[in-house]
């Protein structure tokens, strides 16, 4: 049985993508990219997290919480709602301004960060996630190498609480969040932070947008 504060097996989701400048995102990239591509890259990331994302029966609304004017602008395209990053002190300060946002007009809003760097997302994994999400108060799902996160949940009446950024596992673990181990959701494990990660992201199946300017890589 649900606890009184779980989100609810049919709940529908506001999703939370915080996303760095374009300039200053993905810099671990750098090295197969180069500086040209990388930025190109981020926004391509992006773009194909966020069509996935809307396009997943379960999610209501996705939130982007960015400063960039070009990816703010191509986000909104799709659909999503922009918010700038008004707090411009990194990532999890982002995702607590972004989750205020919704929350000031549905108070009870079921809330989940997500990255913002998920090109091989596939939007019924992302529904499985959420769908376990909805058991527990707090959720998270740990990245594919088993360290970080890539997806944060709060119930309603419940604060996100992130802690992103190195060993977030351990650290949402530590604030009581449910981990989420469910099999067949590997494509919302699978972040891109290297060239290495792009290719495992690769055999999972890019989005279009990535799949197309991945294509400009050096061999």
């Known amino acids: 049985m649900l606890g009184e504060t779980s989100a609810g097996a049919d709940a529908t989701w506001s999703l939370i993508v915080p996303l760095k400048p374009l300039a200053r995102a993905k810099s671990r990239l750098s090295a197969t990219s180069g500086e040209v591509l990388r930025p190109r890259l981020a926004l391509a990331f992006a773009l194909d997290t966020v069509t996935a994302a809307l396009a997943c029966a379960a999610v209501r609304d996705v939130v982007v919480v960015t400063s960039d004017p070009r990816a703010g602008r191509d986000l909104a395209a799709l659909g999503a709602r922009v918010v700038a990053d008004v707090p411009d002190r990194g990532l999890n300060p982002a995702l607590v301004h972004g989750a205020a946002a919704v929350r000031s007009g549905r108070p009870r ?111």
Request: glycine residues 10%.
């Open 109 to 219: 809003a079921a809330l989940a960060a997500l990255n913002a760097d998920l090109p091989a997302l596939r939007p019924a994994e992302l529904g499985r996630v959420l769908a376990t999400a909805a058991e527990f108060p707090r959720a998270f799902l740990p990245d594919a190498a088993g360290i970080g996160t890539t997806f944060l949940s709060a119930a309603p009446g419940r604060e996100l609480s992130p802690a992103f950024g190195g060993e977030s596992r351990r650290r949402h673990l530590a604030s009581g969040a449910r981990e989420i181990t469910r099999a067949g959701v590997d494509s919302v494990r699978r972040d891109v932070d290297t060239g290495a990660d792009l290719q495992a992201a690769r055999a999972l199946g890019l989005g279009r947008r990535t799949l197309r300017v991945s294509a400009a890589l050096p061999a």
